[in-house]
């Protein structure tokens, strides 16, 4: 039971975090819980450096559902689709994906990227996190591309398979929410 102290310490805390509520503005206080969530472990597969950059407004990702979803591969997509991007990401395919995959994505010592869905997750986080750590006990492993490269790596892949298998749209309505770790697995 609470003493007399106790009881006024108690309604001085609730009535600070109804100011704090009140006086932070919206858009820092969804962005606040966002990071309070990851810190929490309730937001799997994104580390909090790369979290907190996405969170700036001039990211271009808009991250406030993962209050609701918890689930990055429903809500961060890939902001570097232009043209010049996708180009930037053909150069960098070359140089550094090419020899395994095939210039045209075709396939050859690593797996095609044409006409097929991808085994570790078709949304543009699940491709931007194949790219980035590799995949576990095979060939490809982490390319510590920045940010942006990775990003444009994913839209030129995107953009070679012109069957549809791996195209925006195609990657259906469900999502699970499935740990990167259990992926590989």
């Given at each position: 039971?609470?003493?007399?102290?106790?009881?006024?310490?108690?309604?001085?805390?609730?009535?600070?975090?109804?100011?704090?509520?009140?006086?932070?503005?919206?858009?820092?206080?969804?962005?606040?819980e966002?990071v309070?969530?990851?810190?929490?472990?309730?937001?799997?597969?994104?580390?909090?450096?790369?979290?907190?950059?996405?969170?700036?407004?001039?990211s271009?990702?808009?991250?406030?559902?993962?209050?609701?979803?918890?689930?990055?591969?429903?809500?961060?997509?890939?902001v570097?689709?232009?043209?010049?991007?996708?180009?930037?990401?053909?150069?960098?395919f070359?140089?550094?994906?090419?020899?395994?995959?095939?210039?045209?994505?075709?396939?050859?010592?690593g797996?095609?990227?044409?006409?097929?869905?991808?085994t570790?997750g078709?949304?543009?986080?699940?491709?931007?996190?194949?790219?980035?750590?590799?995949?576990?006990?095979?060939?490809?492993?982490?390319?510590?591309?920045?940010?942006?490269?990775?990003?444009?790596?994913?839209?030129?892949?995107?953009?070679?398979?012109t069957?549809?298998?791996?195209?925006?749209?195609?990657?259906?309505?469900?999502?699970?929410?499935?740990?990167?770790?259990e992926?590989?697995?």
């Open positions: 039971m609470l003493t007399k102290r106790g009881k006024r310490l108690s309604a001085v805390a609730v009535l600070v975090a109804a100011l704090v509520a009140i006086m932070i503005p919206a858009p820092v206080r969804w962005r606040v966002v309070l969530l990851s810190l929490a472990g309730r937001i799997p597969d994104i580390e909090l450096k790369r979290l907190l950059a996405y969170l700036m407004p001039s271009g990702q808009w991250l406030r559902p993962l209050i609701e979803t918890h689930n990055p591969y429903a809500v961060i997509r890939n570097k689709t232009t043209p010049a991007d996708i180009e930037a990401g053909a150069t960098l070359r140089s550094q994906c090419a020899e395994c995959h095939a210039p045209d994505g075709s396939g050859g010592r797996p095609r990227l044409i006409g097929r869905q991808f570790h078709e949304s543009d986080w699940a491709v931007y996190r194949t790219i980035r750590l590799g995949i576990p006990n095979t060939t490809m492993g982490p390319h510590p591309l920045p940010d942006a490269a990775v990003w444009q790596l994913e839209a030129f892949v995107r953009s070679i398979d069957s549809g298998a791996t195209a925006r749209g195609s990657r259906g309505a469900a999502s699970v929410p499935v740990p990167y770790d992926l590989a697995a």
